[in-house]
């Protein structure tokens, strides 16, 4: 009898299904189809491999704003916008209505309580010390040396080499390597050198890579299951524990280092203090960090560094070097835009044997635009998410109710034409140059949104632009870049906007005459 009951109910919902899937017609066939019981998840699970594409042909469609319904009881349920409006609404205007939401804690546990898991009065005292430290002058020559000195000692030899070689290698690789490198100098002070002819294995860029693909998988699973999972060690889990234990070593070892080195520089304070004056990594900033002005901030407590660490070196390294990978590929489809760029760097160009220095990059109006176009067309983080404390309307006019997920996809904002006009898909660093005066076109943080917007923007944004641009003109200066014919080029569906599978060139040296 059971049984029976059993297949009958299995028929009805069969029926129910069919009929459904006959009266209900899609309101526009990009949009998914709403089953029952399982919702939209089967028509977006297909196109996962291609979701931030996906998002942005629905968003098109959809006047910016799009309500995901999940399987029913899963909590899956979402609103999914690229509305400029909505964003400056969340991250500006009613900023204190929304947070990342409690599960975003915990999916990103391995960073501890870093500047970008931490809220309210800790997140307030980090971004403040922060600021100081990036402001600092020190800091600032520190970085223009470490850029010059890596391009020169780690990018120059290694792109020499490939095309001497006449081989073709993974650009994204190399830009990984290379942002990698400055980026542990600037937080700890030591170089790790893994931009080498060698290529050699590093450990702790393989645990931010393994740590980054984890937490993926997480999004997608629910707490409980990726919980036990860790909890037992099983599969992906397994390999988030071994990172974690990773960079837990990596950065007690810089921070003991660290420490010896400030207690034999105080010992010979009179002969180094005139030479290390000028030098201020992150690391020692915080640890000489006057804690009169700061009640949360402990940098006697090496977990306090080492959460520090952590987060600077995942803020660092991966955007720009993601950034810079889909500069060089556009670039590579677009070459009347490389003429114009040495155009620009030949009125530029610093004194024979120099490198390129603030006050020339920043003439750079160009090349300053074709970065951005490359930012706004693969956002290096497509994603952000938000979740209303307390119940709102949004200015497109959708209701949110307390603890809802929002989700704005960053990818599809810097692509809608009702937001960049008709031409949004085009790469045109034009967009960027004024008109009227030839300097750089201001577009508000709302909607180029790549470096998120209001009270918790990027702190790193000056920075990445000078490095970025930095790099950028030494190698159109000196090198010709030629992708790989039939390689496959697609976004990755990751926290990240990696290329899938690298960007294979190969390089040869201009003569410059
Ligand atoms: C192309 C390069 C970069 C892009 C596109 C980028 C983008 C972003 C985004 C989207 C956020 C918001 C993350 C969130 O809260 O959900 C962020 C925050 C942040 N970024 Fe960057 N970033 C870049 C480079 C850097 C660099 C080089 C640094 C290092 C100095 C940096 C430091 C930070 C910090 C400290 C925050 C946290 C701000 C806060 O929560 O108050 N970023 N960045
Ligand atoms: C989109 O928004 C505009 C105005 O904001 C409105 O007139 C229009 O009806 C909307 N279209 C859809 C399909 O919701
Ligand atoms: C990471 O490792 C440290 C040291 O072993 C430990 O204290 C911490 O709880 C671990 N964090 C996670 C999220 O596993
Ligand atoms: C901001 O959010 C609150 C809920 O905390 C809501 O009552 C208020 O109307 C919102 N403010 C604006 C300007 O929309």
């Known amino acids: 009898m059971a049984y029976i009951g059993l297949l009958e109910v299995f ?40 979701i931030n594409g996906y998002l942005a042909e629905i968003l098109e469609v959809s006047n910016l704003t799009f ?62 010390s922060s600021l100081v430290m990036l402001s600092h002058q020190g800091f600032q020559s520190f970085s223009l040396k470490t850029i010059a000195s890596k391009i020169k000692n780690g990018l120059a030899p290694v792109l020499d080499h490939f095309a001497e070689a006449n081989t073709v290698f993974d650009l994204q690789d190399v830009f990984q390597r ?8 600037l937080v700890t002070g030591y170089d790790s050198n893994s931009l080498s002819i060698e290529m050699p294995k590093n450990d702790y860029a393989k645990a931010m890579d393994d740590a980054e693909e984890v937490v993926v998988v997480r999004h997608v699973k629910p707490m409980i299951l990726w919980k036990m999972q860790n909890w037992i060690g099983l599969g992906g889990e397994k390999k988030m524990t071994k990172a974690n234990a990773t960079f837990d070593r990596s950065c007690a070892e810089y921070i003991s280092a660290k420490r010896e080195e400030i207690i034999s520089q105080r010992i010979h304070q009179h002969s180094t203090i005139e030479e290390k004056a000028h030098d201020v990594d992150l690391l020692s900033f915080y640890m000489n960090l006057d804690t009169s002005k700061y009640e949360l901030l402990n940098p006697k407590d090496d977990n306090f560094l080492k959460d520090i660490i952590k987060s600077f070196m995942l803020a660092g390294r991966d955007a720009i070097a993601t950034t810079l990978t889909w500069f ?186």
């Not at 309500?67 to 009613?94: E, R, Y």
């Not at 290379?178 to 100098?185: G, I, K, M, R, S």
């Not at 979740?387 to 307390?402: E, F, N, R, W």
Request: hydrophobic share 45%.
């Open 178 to 185: 290379l942002a990698f490198d400055v980026t542990l100098t």
């Open 328 to 513: 060089f590929w556009l670039l590579s489809k677009n070459p009347e835009a490389v003429t114009k760029i040495r155009e620009e760097i030949k009125n530029n160009q610093p004194r024979s044997g120099k490198s390129f220095d603030p006050d020339k990059i920043s003439k750079m109006v160009y090349l300053h635009g074709a970065l951005c176009e490359a930012l706004r067309l693969y956002a290096p983080i497509p994603f952000e998410r938000k979740s209303p404390i307390k119940q709102d309307v949004l200015p497109s006019g959708h209701k949110v109710d307390a603890n809802w997920k929002i989700l704005f996809s960053v990818y599809a904002l810097g692509r809608m034409k009702a937001v960049w006009g008709e031409d949004a898909s085009e790469f045109k660093p034009e967009r960027w140059v004024s008109e009227r005066n030839g300097g750089l076109k201001h577009e508000p943080s709302f909607k180029f949104f790549v470096f998120n917007s209001g009270p918790r923007n990027c702190l790193g944004k000056k920075l990445s632009f000078l490095q970025m641009k930095i790099v950028a003109a030494e190698i159109i200066q000196n090198y010709d870049i030629k992708v790989a014919e039939g390689h496959t080029i697609e976004p990755a569906s990751s926290i990240v906007l990696h290329m899938k599978h690298g960007l294979k060139v190969t390089v040869a040296k201009r003569c410059l005459v």
């Open 67 to 128: 309500v995901f319904k999940g399987p029913w009881f899963s909590g899956m349920n979402m609103l999914i916008t690229a509305d400029p409006a909505n964003v400056q609404h969340v991250f500006s205007s009613n900023f204190s209505n929304y947070d990342k939401g409690s599960e975003f804690k915990e999916m990103f546990d391995f960073l501890g309580e870093g500047i970008f898991t931490a809220d309210s009065k800790l997140w307030e005292e980090m971004r403040r």
């Open 11 to 50: 028929i009805a919902i069969l029926i129910y299904i069919f009929f459904h899937f006959l009266i209900h017609k899609k309101p526009h066939k990009i949009l998914p189809r709403n089953w029952p019981l399982l919702g939209m998840l089967p028509g977006v699970v297909v196109m996962l491999h291609r």
